[in-house]
């Protein structure tokens, strides 16, 4: 299955990278830039030019589904069945919702195919990381609002905090990966030069090595002297072979996957926000509560369904580059490298952007 | 062949995450009065913005109210005066153009809040920094990052206020995507840099006076 490809194939892989970096590039970039399109000091998220066609159409959904939440909410105090309509708008916004870089989309898909994660980590990732989100929304709502009774002012500037910290740690989350899958990618770059590298002797030394000692560390203390093995282990191994599914869902695969998690699921969506603040107003607490989690999970099957095509499509990217080869592993350390700086660029766009932009909902 | 069909399908799931970011969470009725001095020159601008149920829940939350669900004018002092500051840093969502110049406003007056059938509406005017008296004024209000929702008002949603005879106001809104986006294009080409990818979902109003 994995030796020989034809020029045509790897000549298609190589568009295909080619586009791939592109449109990652470009997507990256438009959050970069565009929050600035033209050196006004007020722009804040990006205003897209193609409003028609499918985007025009998530637009408008997304609007009409949000638009009904509050009808609904209101409906629902004096007519009970109106919380069913309730919560399948807000499933139903949840699924069109689940876009842009701050619901974490994005990065999510990013660092799946930078860590060679398995889609069924993917999902559970999506899931998790879109339930943190709502429990944060409801957390902010619940204390502030409900226990506190802030002002909106107040809550808005607890939701900028969180704001800055979300981006900071997906702007530090893809450093480390760069960092890693930098330090793997050069690793490969090397070893494709003088040999097309097949597994060398010091690879199958340390990475075993290190496999017996994160054992025998593991059973002492946890945490971080056995995440320290772990990662030197990853960057070893890295360039030689591929993963094995027993890497994946080895040990310290949920630690790695908490700060996906973290990152992503700690900025709550202002949308949410703005439903439990109303429905608390309507003295309807708990459907907002609950219209928040429909939400989320409506969100959550969008983010996996995304984070299954990335991790499908790495894969048979690998499997007819013929990853174990030289030129297909540099190929595949390429991309994942790729990734993560698009986790670092995502990370460091909305940071910057923030200082000029999303204060609108403390309006 | 499939790895290229994947790579396709996550980049422009990934240009579309970008994209779908930018959708509205507050929405804005907007009518709008141009003010005119005697001479015929136009000296500013009166919004009176009605947020949707949802915002104006969420703004009024948590402020004290002698009468459980009612706001006064007074007591929402407060919020008006924080909304007039923060509008600063969008240029109040108001671009005027006199004969293809641009206008700029001073910081807003005579601001406040009403609470009404559970909406909030802010009132405020902005007064231009120079009086003008072009032959076309073009007043746009739109949030170029479309988080904000500006529709104008279905009755009344502009008033010429001391206006000189023969004066002719038009307003366009943002209808659908589809043929903004086609004038978008032209407009693009012919105002260059100036040009505004968030123009698309302005509300245009153009003053033709003789």
Known sequence: MKSHRSPLLRGFLACAAVLLVIGVADAALHDVLAQNPFGAPKSAQPAEPEAGGLIGWLLAKQSEFYRQMSSTIRAAKSDGSAVWTLLFISFAYGIFHAAGPGHGKAVIASYLVANRETARRGI??????????????????????????????????????????????????????VWVKGLTFIRALQAAQPVPAMAGVPHDHHAHSHHQDTHDHQHHDHGHAHHGHDHVHDEHCGHSHGPTPSELAGPGGWQRGFAAILTVGIRPCSGAILVLVFALAQGLFWAGIAATLLMGLGTAITVAAIAVVAVSAKDVAARLSGARDGGGALFMRGLEFGAAALVLLFGAGLLLGYIAAERTTCF | MRALFGYLLVAAMMLVSGAASAHPHVWITASSELLYAEDGSITGVRHAWTFDDMFSAYAVQGLESKTKGAYTREELVPLAQTNVESLKEYAYFTFAKADGKKERFQEPVDYFLDYKDAVLTLHFTLALKNPVKPKQLVLEVFDRSFFIDFQMAKDNPVKLVGAPSGCQMKLERPSDGTATAQKLNEQTFTDGPNANFGMMFANKITVDCP
């Open chain 1, 124 to 177: 559970a990732l999506s899931f998790a990381s879109a339930l943190m989100q709502s429990m944060v929304a409801i957390l902010i709502v619940g204390i502030s609002a409900w226990i506190l009774n802030a002002t909106a002012r107040t809550m808005c500037k607890a939701e900028g905090a969180i704001e800055i910290a979300s981006y900071g740690l997906i702007a530090l989350f893809g450093l480390r990966l």
